[in-house]
């Protein structure tokens, strides 16, 4: 219990004030903590689980939320979420400026179905040479289209960096939403900090710089256990890891996130991870909660 806990529980008991109702000290400590969901958690699942499966699975442990890969399935994955009091945190979709038309064009008949979730949709730009800026201005106007899509479903538009991707690095967020803020009068996009895509592009002295320049946009974050940006760039090192293994301090990340007031959700990124993935995301809430004092 933290010094702080213990004079208010003082406090409480010696009835210098009173509880509000449904008030617990566990639940102010969860409070605190940023909301955590998981994603690609169903890629390479051993079990190969249902959307349904991984619904009971994802609440049973005590996450937060899910994300959902694509277009395909989105409504069960909303309806089951729902039915597991969990909330679809973000969707991914694919953009490709050298493809006609670049995008999914299913996207405004299949956004509806997460109107009022406050869903991000987090977007994956290929179609170019990694961090190509010539490409910038094609890729606003596209960014524009998709936000005027997402908008009508109360949806929000997020950049994920990716490595080999047109949109690659940290840098490339940050030049993207500017210009996209220039074009459109203010309009704002959000973009995302991928703990396994920025150690594979970028160094481990580069960390709070890195944060520091997307914080105006960051809209989310993913995690995952990864050995050092250093071991991994030289082939040394495993990016992709449940969170409770790994060189790279997760820890570090996440007091970082908190020096530069960032309050939004925090997903587990499983992709590629083997086995069960009910032992890995256990593993991984274990490491979580533990960062977390919970």
């Not at 940023?34 to 689980?49: G, I, N, S, V």
């Not at 399935?73 to 400026?97: C, I, M, N, W």
């Not at 790994?246 to 570090?252: C, E, I, P």
């Amino acid at each position: 219990m933290t010094r702080k806990r213990f004079f208010t529980l003082v406090i409480l008991l010696t009835g210098g004030l009173s509880l509000p109702a449904g008030f617990s000290f566990a639940e102010d400590a969860a409070k605190k903590t940023y909301p955590f969901f998981a994603l690609c958690m169903d890629t390479h699942d051993a079990k190969h689980r249902t959307i349904e499966q991984q619904s009971e699975m994802l609440h049973k442990l005590g996450f937060d939320g899910v994300a959902h890969l694509w277009l395909e399935g989105l409504p069960e994955r909303v309806a089951s979420a729902k039915k597991h009091s969990l909330k679809v945190t973000q969707v991914y979709f694919r953009v490709d400026l050298s493809a006609t038309p670049p995008f999914d064009q299913k996207l405004a008949e299949v956004l509806p179905c997460l109107k009022g979730e406050g869903t991000q949709l987090a977007l994956l730009i290929y179609g170019g040479k990694p961090s190509d800026a010539s490409l910038d201005e094609k890729a606003v106007n596209i960014l524009r289209q998709i936000q005027a899509v997402a908008e009508s479903s109360d949806v929000q538009v997020v950049l994920y960096p990716h490595r080999n991707a047109w949109l690659e690095k940290i840098s490339d967020c940050v030049r993207i939403a500017e210009k996209f803020s220039k074009k459109y009068s203010g309009q704002k996009i959000g973009a995302m900090f991928n703990l396994c895509h920025w150690a594979a592009t970028d160094k481990s002295e580069n960390l709070e710089a890195a944060l520091t320049s997307i914080k105006p946009y960051l809209a989310a974050v993913t995690i995952n256990g990864t050995d050092t940006p250093e071991e991994i760039q030289a082939k040394k090192g495993n990016w992709l890891q449940p969170l409770d293994s790994g060189s790279f301090k997760v820890a570090a990340l996440l007091d970082l996130l908190k020096k530069i007031g960032y309050n939004g959700p925090v997903g587990l990124q499983c992709f590629g991870i083997p086995g069960d993935a009910e032992e890995h995301l256990t593993r991984s809430m274990n490491a979580w909660r533990s960062m977390n004092s919970l």
